[in-house]
């Protein structure tokens, strides 16, 4: 089992950047593929970046491509997600998930932190 903390959300104005973190406790963080998700007011949850277990495969939702960047530290078992150019639209609640495959839904997903707001004023 794991348990995910996420940090770094906060207030930006539209172009800027935010880093966010996921610090995972529990034995075997190595063993699984982590991912970040997001969920807006009134839609539902989308995912916005993957990363394999050995860090070495990354995945991106489109709306994100090119501009975020997904990243982990096995060593000190935490993912991070640089967030670049941001826009009014990347405004949401981001929360990280961990599962031992990779999977592309939500509900496939077996474990998650409690999540971080970030907004993004224009």
């Known amino acids: 089992q794991v348990q995910l903390v996420e940090s770094g959300g906060g207030l930006v104005q539209a172009g800027g950047s935010l880093r966010l973190s996921c610090a995972a406790s529990g034995r075997t963080f190595s063993s699984y593929v982590i991912a970040w998700f997001r969920q807006a007011p009134g839609k539902e949850r989308e995912r916005v970046a993957s990363i394999s277990r050995s860090g070495g495969t990354t995945d991106y939702a489109d709306s994100v491509k090119g501009r975020f960047v997904i990243s982990r530290d096995n060593a000190k078992n935490t993912v991070y997600l640089q967030m670049n150019s941001l826009k009014p639209e990347d405004t949401a609640v981001y929360y990280c998930?961990?599962?031992?495959?990779?999977?592309?839904?939500?509900?496939?997903?077996?474990?998650w932190g409690q999540g971080t707001q970030v907004t993004v004023s224009s």
């Open positions: 998930a961990a599962r031992t495959l990779f999977a592309a839904s939500a509900a496939s997903y077996d474990f």
